[in-house]
């Protein structure tokens, strides 16, 4: 369903690298020689931009659609020049689900998206009646796929007992690993499905925090007996879980691109990956 590496394109529009429409064409292209077929997106994403500034990109390109797979989410309401809005909250209600993936097919200019997921979730959710409306897009064609973003695994169970999902998009970095214990991973390891996780690289090069201090001074010394780069050995961290996280990689450009998806051939030993996870939590485990 998924390449092994995700795409992410939050960062390519106006909330990151404002890519002209060529300068994603070229970050396609690269993604696609590195076998990157997965290009994740939001409806929210550059204030309700950045899904049409690729679309352009993709309508000029001669790739076919089935090559690859487009993601995106709905559920966020958030205020843009595009889309005014007096409050940000989640809505979930049948024609607000349509109307968003009918602007998402329309701004990404293809016919349907492989995967949609319910970007957080709302208090007020209503499994039986977004189940229905599952199945309307899944009937027309418009959706192939369903999951969620950043569930609990109480509330992704809420949701695959009225209609079956096939992922969970969830926040796991070396800053953020509090889906190794509250049984998110564990969950879809039993239902035998793959997360897929954002901010992968967390706050490492963001923060001069204690704990990235920690996290970097055993990083470099792996950096240099895999002689590999951090972000290479940070997702190298994320990719030795036996759940088979597949990263959601949020950089925009090539360079990186392709050091990160090398990354998954670096076999970190057991005791390197226990020496960044102690690291992590600053002291040994229990």
Known sequence: MFSEII????RWGIWGADHSPKKV???IEVCLEEDITTFDH???????TTEELFGDAWKEMNIDREKVQFISKCG?????DKKPSALKYYNYNSDHILNCVDESLQNLKTDYLDVLLLHRPSPLMDPEGIAKTFRILKDNGKVRNF???????SQFELMDQHFPL???QIEVSVNEISSFDNGVLDQLMMKNLRPTAWSVMGTYFSEQSEQNIRI?????NLCHKYNVDENQVLL??????PSRIIPVIGTSKAETIRKLNAASMIDLETIDWFKILEAVKGKEVD
């Open 7 to 10: 795409a992410g394109t939050m």
């Open 25 to 27: 064409q070229e970050l």
């Open 42 to 48: 939001a409806d929210i994403y550059g204030g309700h």
């Open 147 to 153: 999951g969620v973003s950043n569930f609990s695994a």
């Open 216 to 220: 970097k001074s055993i990083i470099d």
């Open 236 to 241: 190298a961290f994320i990719l030795k879980h």
């Open 76 to 80: 966020i309401v958030m205020n843009s």
């Open 166 to 168: 096939i992922t969970n």
